[in-house]
């Protein structure tokens, strides 16, 4: 059984940090991209960043420098840092993890809501 777990999500006001973390079970960590995408509401769910197993990393522009996205393959954990949040950062962050060799096969976490408001 596959499954993704996010958590870190929460209220935060602009300018400040949070760290969400994903656990990642039930597949070959290695053979997978994993990243973070998000959601708002009225709005598509995009890509906010993706790592590879050897470490290569791939940023929206809306976050570059902003966010930094890390795994450890020890403990099939996904992180992605954010800093200097702004309002338009609120949405819903959901982990996945996509099969390198076959790109219709991926996953999905069931999200955790991240509000910058003051």
């Known amino acids: 059984q596959v499954q993704l777990v996010e958590s870190g999500g929460g209220l935060v006001q602009p300018g400040g940090s949070l760290r969400l973390s994903c656990g990642i079970s039930?597949?070959?960590?290695?053979?997978?991209?994993t990243g973070w995408y998000r959601q708002a509401p009225g709005k598509e769910r995009e890509l906010v960043a993706d790592i590879t197993q050897r470490g290569r990393t791939t940023y929206s522009d809306s976050v570059k420098g902003r966010f930094t996205i890390s795994r450890d393959s020890a403990s099939n954990m996904v992180y992605l840092q954010m800093n200097a949040l702004k309002p338009e950062d609120t949405a819903t962050y959901y982990c996945?993890?996509?099969?390198?060799?076959?790109?219709?096969?991926?996953?999905w976490g069931q999200g955790t809501q991240v509000t910058v408001s003051s």
């Open positions: 996945n993890a996509r099969n390198i060799n076959y790109k219709t096969i991926q996953y």
């Open positions: 039930g597949i070959i960590f290695s053979a997978h991209v």
